[in-house]
């Protein structure tokens, strides 16, 4: 049987291929003649592709803490308001620029614009999370702290929708960051992404063990002496800054926090720290994967990368449902 | 040692208008091998996380070996006290093994890793319930027996001076439930003050102590062998069955016969 270790080796290995394909592919088809186009490879395919990698990690890291946490194999990272919040700061800062007499795309490579904008989602994420937890008063109720996600999520999803109509502008750049792209990710966001999962990962790691505790259920949990309120807190904070961080310079790129703990817990038998590592490895494979492809199914056009883990993750949960007779 | 391994005094509390738990009192020592028994709804978990520190009394308090239970830091009383709760919560891929291996959590911490001690002491418990042949499995993929006795095994390997346990025998058949009350007897031999809540009044009987509870109270508290005991068991079970003596090759034992 697979090992834990196989299961990482095959990862990095497919990672490895998929990152060569990444720095390959083009708007006019494939080409791995790096020297002549350096320029290109350089500054648009490989902070693109490592930018996917790490997007990918961090959503596949945050959803594997999500599910322990909520001991809910279904339980998705965005659950908690940070997918809306991010939505409205988004729409905000584009509205914002309508305001202003200045149209904003998505695309803008405006530092200031930029930073703007990855600034607006990460805060709404952030600020979806810290609503959702003062409506449900605490991480103390898991059940009430999901139902508080949902009603936020629905909140602040209508007050986006409401800035759209007064200020049309914002309509098609929300558009793009709700399906998620890999298309602006450049060498700052990828130093961005990078930051993130080099403070969240270690924590994440080190707090492993009260997710293998919480499997026991809420009680048995604190019976073993855990302060569950603290540790569940700290997870929640660490899941929004992974989420935050990722969909600031992402978008809200469907179903990768979801389905990459999955596929790691079909594959081995493992504990929530290896579970954690590698469910950050199947999500980096994921989206590079998915980033690759949109890149080459329809040259020179594009697909939004969301658009295809939406399709890719929803086909991989029928099979499961399939599997399990349940469909 | 000098006092109970676990005291309460006057403990209550109420769930909205209800007195899940009304007044009680009671001393466990170590070495002690207790069995509590009452009708549905008595009041026999709450009272078990009560005991446990798991839930704030409205009123009373708890002495865990000398201690106030509610100044005692969470790990102390973790690695002092041992609980098995009662709803199949349990829900996990990870492997059996890992789950037991969390019963050393307190003496480890989060933080630490487990010393060959405690990898010794999840073998034992391990070995303790059968559960070995299937420690490498998934606990979601174990039948309702084989996780019990995973369960069991993680509050086993905590190798805590208390151990609460909350309907034990929940899934395990006839071997494993006799084969459970022998552990749990031959823990008591070795120190360990045990107090279970169990269903089914036969395996009660082979207690050395039995509390019948009711209606939040305790209504009785004696070995098997005292009449008045048995007499008020059969009481708040409405004379439901009869206690009758059998005698075994160990000597009598106490068995319960339904009469309707």
Redesign the interface.
């Known amino acids: 049987m697979l090992g834990p270790l196989g299961l990482a080796a095959g990862l990095l290995i497919l990672a490895s291929l998929l990152a060569v394909l990444g720095l390959a592919a083009g708007s006019e088809g494939w080409s791995l003649a790096w020297a002549q186009e350096w320029d290109l490879v350089s500054a648009i395919r490989a902070p693109r592709t490592l930018g996917a990698l790490l997007t990918g990690a961090l959503l596949g890291l945050a959803g594997a803490i999500a599910q322990g946490l909520f001991?809910n194999?279904l339980a998705d990272p965005y659950l908690l308001g940070s997918a809306a919040g991010a939505g409205l700061g988004v729409v905000l800062v584009l509205a914002a620029g309508g305001l202003l007499g200045q149209h904003i795309g998505l695309a803008t490579t405006d530092l200031l614009l930029r930073v703007g904008l990855v600034g607006g989602a990460f805060i709404g994420a952030v600020v979806g999370v810290a609503l959702t937890l003062m409506l449900a008063r605490g991480t103390g109720r898991p059940l009430v702290l999901l139902l508080a996600g949902v009603v936020v999520g629905i909140l602040l999803s209508s007050v986006s929708e409401l800035v759209t109509l007064i200020s049309p502008e914002a309509l098609r750049g929300k558009q793009i960051f709700l399906l998620g792209t890999t298309s602006f990710l450049g060498w700052t966001s990828a130093a961005v992404l990078a930051g993130a999962l080099a403070l969240v990962l270690p924590l994440a790691l080190?707090?492993a063990?009260?997710l293998?505790?919480l499997?026991?259920?809420?009680?048995?949990a604190?019976?073993?002496?855990?302060?569950l309120h603290k540790v569940r807190l700290l997870l929640v904070v660490l899941m929004a800054l992974a989420t935050g961080t990722a969909v600031a310079q992402a978008g809200l790129v469907a179903f990768v926090g979801l389905v990459s703990p999955h596929i790691v817990?079909r594959l081995v038998?493992?504990?929530?720290a290896p579970l954690l590592l590698l469910s950050s490895l199947a999500g980096a494979v994921l989206l590079l994967a998915a980033d690759v492809a949109a890149r080459s199914v329809i040259v020179p056009q594009e697909l939004p990368v969301g658009v295809l883990t939406a399709v890719l993750g929803g086909m991989y949960l029928l099979v499961l449902l399939r599997r399990r007779g349940n469909w | 040692m000098a006092g109970p391994a676990l005291r309460a005094e006057g403990l209550s509390l109420r769930l909205g208008v209800h007195r899940a738990v009304d007044g009680v009192s009671l001393d466990v020592q170590a070495g002690q091998w207790t069995a509590i028994v009452g009708p549905n709804g008595a009041g026999k978990s709450t009272l078990l996380s009560l005991l446990a520190g798991l839930r704030k009394p409205d009123a009373g308090q708890v002495w865990l070996q000398g201690r106030a239970m509610a100044a005692l830091p969470p790990r102390e009383r973790a690695a002092a006290l041992a609980w098995l709760s009662q709803q199949g919560e349990a829900e996990g891929d990870i492997a059996a093994r890992d789950v037991v291996r969390l019963g050393r959590l307190p003496r480890h911490g989060l933080f630490g890793a487990p010393t060959t001690a405690d990898e010794a002491a999840v073998d034992r418990a391990l070995a303790e319930t059968e559960a070995t042949p299937f420690a490498t499995r998934r606990l979601n993929e174990l039948s309702g027996g084989e996780r019990q006795r995973v369960l069991l095994a993680r509050a086993l390997a905590v190798e805590a001076p208390v151990l609460l346990l909350d309907e034990p025998t929940t899934h395990l058949d006839a071997p494993h439930q006799r084969a459970l009350l022998r552990s749990l007897a031959g823990r008591a031999r070795d120190g360990v003050a045990v107090l279970a809540v169990l269903h089914d009044l036969t395996l009660a009987l082979a207690a050395d102590r039995v509390l019948v509870m009711a209606r939040g109270r305790l209504q009785a508290d004696g070995p098997p062998a005292d009449p008045a005991l048995r007499q008020a068991l059969m009481q708040v079970f409405e004379h439901a069955f009869s206690i009758e003596a059998v005698s075994t090759v160990g000597g009598p034992r106490w068995v319960a016969v339904p009469l309707r």
């Open positions: 001991r194999p080190r707090f063990r009260a293998d505790a499997v026991l259920g809420e009680a048995s604190s019976s073993l002496g855990l302060d817990r038998v493992v504990t929530h």
